[in-house]
């Protein structure tokens, strides 16, 4: 059954989306703030981007970091939860970014410093100051919930959002800085993968 989606949004800050189908629609309510999320693209381009201001990390694990919320969230909010709508939870919070800034404090791992790098620009990149319940989870109680739905409507429903340029611009930014960085360091992985091809040729003889 095809399915599209119509969001209008209110000056309340709540956004209306509209399913449709051949035989039915559904009103979902869902925070405006979520709809406006970051993706791919922007999450992992503008936090490598970051990453030119700090003296030393690690580009891998803060590629990681970018998106570690996401990794977490969004299977947990449909494992427990029963749909991906409710992917802004545990690893959104303030309390999870204090929890590897004090990891990283301790053992002073430039790996676990720069995952939480790559978390406090993703907490930034998505404005979670917008959601405090959600960022200062457990202090103003629980974590709002949020319309339940299926994985292919939450996905269209983020595509949906791509119409609004304040997520198409950062993502085509993100987009065009990640083919910079791959260009710019073609010549490196060139000599890794060869590296790698003999090591790999060695094994097999």
Not at 88 to 96: N, Q, V
Not at 100 to 115: N, Q
């Amino acid at each position: 059954m095809k399915q599209y989606i119509t969001i209008k949004f209110r000056k309340t800050g709540i956004a209306r989306a509209k399913i449709h189908s051949q035989h039915s629609s559904e009103i979902v309510i869902y925070p405006k703030n979520h709809a406006h999320t970051m993706l791919l693209f922007a999450h992992v381009g503008l936090t490598l981007a970051f990453s030119r201001l700090l003296h030393h990390v690690n580009l891998a694990a803060l590629a990681l970091g970018s998106m570690l919320p996401d990794i977490i969230d969004k299977p947990l909010g449909l494992i427990v939860f029963g749909s991906p709508n409710m992917g802004r939870t545990i690893a959104h919070t303030l309390l999870f970014l204090l929890l590897f800034a004090a990891l990283s404090f301790y053992t002073r791992d430039i790996r676990l410093i720069s995952i939480t790098w790559g978390v406090l620009a993703h907490l930034i990149l998505d404005g979670m100051w917008n959601s405090p319940e959600i960022l200062l989870w457990p202090l103003l109680g629980p974590f709002p919930e949020g319309q339940l739905l299926d994985t292919l409507s939450y996905i269209e429903m983020l595509l949906a959002g791509l119409k609004n340029p304040g997520i198409l611009i950062p993502e085509l930014a993100g987009f065009a800085y990640l083919l910079l960085f791959v260009y710019s360091r073609r010549n490196e992985a060139s000599a890794r993968i060869g590296r790698y091809t003999k090591k790999v040729m060695c094994w097999t003889r």
